[in-house]
């Protein structure tokens, strides 16, 4: 992934992400709306549990002859027309597309499912040559406007409210304030005249693709607003970029993700717009048909046991809309192009640990991304992995020194807790040497790293009697034949 | 007569021994023999959790000598038992120690939740409690979500004489203590606990009632320093209660 955007680290962004009010309740707003249409679009289908599974499966099955369906993939994409490219990470990808842009001599493209090339940053490598990149996905269209990322995978503007959006066209559409209420429809017309006039005029269009299927060499692209038809019809050349986990073997393989993506992601029976592209036809659509089938980071993550579920993720985002660590602090914390639980575990993958350390403890390991992920990807439990390598890995860099309070409370801890004797004692250590902070039964203004714990929430003061004691006391009554406790 | 030896996860049996003292009155109320094992330390969930594995295998094996022999262990605490039944395993593995692994296979299957130990094992449901209060219920996403508890603890609560149950806002919202989560980011997970804490004033009960107690530490905590009323109670002291019965 690119450096250019090397953001604050999680517990940094955080915090500042959580003191923007507004910011809250936006996402909080839009989470809670789609969770709970979440929830009554899957109950709807009897089998939905099955599909789960079937598509779990599938995932499985392909990613475990990945190399196989690539191949077939590769193979279809030509005989129809097509030229397949393969990049192993983001610059190689880069420099295939920038290529193939000059190539064209065009200064301006139009772009739609744009989470992989946001991963290579392709926008960037774009301006390098001089060629401006247009968003067309309204979303889109609005954070590239504010010159900031996504913030979330399907709703990358979910953080701005009408007035931030109203504000944002009237600079760029060159409009007077009279021109543009904010009303939805207002904002979505006056993006819609702007969109058009750059899809007649665009030659080069580069896009995303939700999947690929091996047996046909067909690229699909499931949206809600019609601009990825447009995109990948109206202009001369199509570029796309594939992460080659997004294969699938068969069209029958696809009718399990058509079911369960739209209706984990927007809600929706079935999306709006399904388009479906095979090479290149004479006369109708893109003449030329590029595909970038991109590794950056997958293969890697694909040779691991436990992470290569990762890569079943069809990108619904339904974990991030039910992640309560989401909720609150919203995308741009995450500082990846994946935010959110699926963000947590696969940033650090594709990039390469022990980079990133921080993303995979960004959770409280509540379980609610697992449930509802369409494709069963036990999150929580990459999570933990993840955090064992992230420990492991800084344990063999500096082996000695503790790496911070809380790294040598947990080692400390470990060895307290190794005999019973050894317990005990730490048992009786704590309680005498709870007393500077004990006030009315309470531990207050705890030092060190236990200082964010007491900020915000009282401990009782450990009691006087464990329940070991307790016990003891008890038992030894009952032996004397007095009466038990 | 069933018998069953005690799990008393570390923060229980320094902090809240009342929840465990709760859980041996209403077993032994039951007829169930108990032990404690005076050996046993900590499940090391938070070391575990916070990817500390190789800090934790000692007390994996720990654990697994000291409960080897139980028929049934019986913890106050889901996410302790979700440790032991979930994370064990995979650690046993890549300690590449089969001895370990075997151990660990043959004796975390007989590890219960409170609950789960009375609803599935002794199959009661009435435990004969008598507790005249509102209470409202906060079902720990560990219980929930990794154990699959269900409504064992609605179930239980339902049969507690006079008890009157209101619905928990939201319940099935992550309080925000995670473990070392509230110490690493502990402003998200003050967040998360005032939106908690408001969800709860909601319910107008006098008890937040849960099957883990360190959700209870965490949500007591935040009750507490906004001086509300609201008591938090785990399940076994609620079951242990015979308010207004003659003993
Ligand atoms: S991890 Fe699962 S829930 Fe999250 S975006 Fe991917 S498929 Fe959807």
Redesign the interface.
């Known amino acids: 992934m690119s450096d250019a955007r090397i953001p604050l680290p999680f517990h940094e962004a955080a915090p500042a992400a959580l003191e923007d009010g507004q910011l809250r309740r936006n996402l909080a707003h839009v989470t809670h709306a789609i969770r709970a249409k979440r929830a009554d679009a899957t109950a709807e289908l009897p089998d939905w549990e099955a599909l789960r599974q079937a598509g779990k499966a599938i995932k499985d099955h392909t990613l475990r002859n990945l190399g196989t369906y690539l191949r077939r993939l590769e193979t279809r994409v030509e005989a129809a027309g097509g030229h397949v490219h393969w990049a192993r990470d983001a610059d190689e990808a880069n420099r295939i597309v920038r290529r193939l842009v000059a190539a064209e001599g065009v200064r301006e493209v139009v772009k739609v499912k744009s989470m992989t090339t946001d991963e290579i940053d392709l926008n960037g490598a774009l301006a390098e040559d001089g060629v401006v990149a247009i968003e067309t996905d309204l979303a889109e269209l609005i954070v590239q406007l504010a010159e900031e990322p996504p913030s979330h995978i399907l709703v990358p503007a979910i953080h701005k409210n009408r007035a931030e959006i109203r504000r944002l066209f009237l600079d760029a559409f060159d409009l007077t304030p009279d021109q543009l209420s904010d009303d939805p429809a207002a904002l979505a017309g006056a993006a819609r005249r702007f969109l058009r006039e750059r899809f007649l005029e665009a030659r080069v269009a580069i896009s995303g693709a939700n999947f690929a299927v091996a047996e046909t060499g067909t690229t699909c692209i499931v949206e809600s607003e019609g601009n990825g038809r447009m995109c990948t019809t109206l202009p001369e050349t199509l570029i796309t970029v594939l992460g080659i986990e997004k294969v699938v073997p068969t069209w029958r393989d696809l009718e399990v993700f058509l079911q369960t993506l739209p209706r984990s992601s927007t809600a929706e029976r079935m999306n709006p717009y399904t388009s479906f592209w095979t090479g290149v036809h004479g006369g109708d659509g893109p003449r030329h048909f590029h595909l970038v089938l991109l590794d950056g980071g997958r293969s890697a993550t694909l040779a691991d046991d436990v992470g290569r579920a990762t890569l079943r993720c069809i990108r619904c985002s339904a974990c991030l809309n039910v992640c309560p660590i989401y909720e609150r602090v919203g995308g741009h914390a995450y500082g990846s192009t994946y935010p959110g639980p699926i963000g947590a575990i696969l940033t650090p993958q594709l990039r390469g640990e022990p980079r990133d350390g921080e993303l995979p403890y960004a959770s409280t390991l509540c379980g609610a991304c697992y449930d509802v992920c369409p494709v069963a990807i036990d999150i929580p439990s990459i999570l933990v992995d993840l955090r064992r390598r992230t420990v492991d890995a800084r344990r063999a860099a500096h082996p000695l020194p503790a790496a911070d309070a809380v790294d040598a409370a947990l080692r400390g801890a470990a060895a307290a807790f190794a005999t019973p004797r050894r317990y005990e004692a730490a048992q009786r250590l704590a309680r005498l040497g709870q007393a500077p902070w004990v006030r009315k039964g309470v531990l207050r203004n705890l030092p060190g790293p236990l200082a964010g714990w007491s900020d915000a929430r009282d401990l009782r003061a450990i009691p006087r009697r464990a329940f070991r004691d307790w016990w003891r006391d008890r038992e030894a009554a009952r032996e004397r034949g007095g009466d038990p406790a | 007569m069933p018998r069953a030896s005690l799990f008393?996860p570390?923060y229980?049996?320094?902090?809240f021994?009342e929840a465990?003292?709760a859980m041996?009155r209403v077993l032994e109320r039951l007829g169930v023999t108990l032990d404690?094992p005076?050996?046993?330390?900590?499940c090391?969930q938070?070391?575990?959790?916070?990817?500390?594995?190789?800090?934790?295998r000692?007390?994996v094996r720990?654990f697994v000598d000291v409960f080897g022999d139980a028929d049934v262990v019986v913890a106050p605490s889901a996410s302790c038992v979700a440790t032991v039944r979930?994370?064990y395993a995979g650690i046993a593995e890549r300690a590449g120690d089969p001895a370990l692994a075997a151990a660990v296979a043959a004796t975390t299957p007989r590890v219960r939740e409170f609950s789960e130990y009375l609803v599935d094992d002794l199959g009661v449901t009435d435990v004969g409690a008598s507790f005249p209060h509102t209470v409202t219920y906060h079902p720990a996403?560990?219980a929930v979500?990794?154990l699959g508890v269900g409504d064992r603890p609605l179930q239980l609560l339902r049969a507690v004489d006079g008890l009157h149950l209101r619905e928990l806002p939201r319940a099935?919202?992550?309080c925000?203590?995670?473990?070392?989560?509230?110490?690493?980011?502990?402003?998200?997970?003050?967040?998360?606990?005032?939106d908690k804490v408001a969800d709860v004033l909601q319910a107008r009960a006098e008890v937040v009632v849960a099957a883990d107690e360190s959700c209870l530490?965490?949500i007591?905590?935040?009750l507490?320093?906004q001086r509300t009323a609201v008591r938090t109670m785990h399940l076994a002291e609620v079951l242990a209660s015979r308010e207004g019965v003659a003993a």
């Open positions: 008393v570390c229980v049996d320094t902090l021994p465990a003292q041996v404690f005076r050996a046993q330390t900590c090391g938070m070391h575990v959790n916070t990817g500390y594995e190789r800090d934790a000692p007390l720990h979930h994370a996403c560990h979500r990794l099935e919202q992550c925000g203590f995670g473990g070392t989560f509230a110490i690493k980011n502990p402003e998200i997970s003050a967040a998360m606990l005032a530490m965490h007591g905590g935040g507490a320093r």
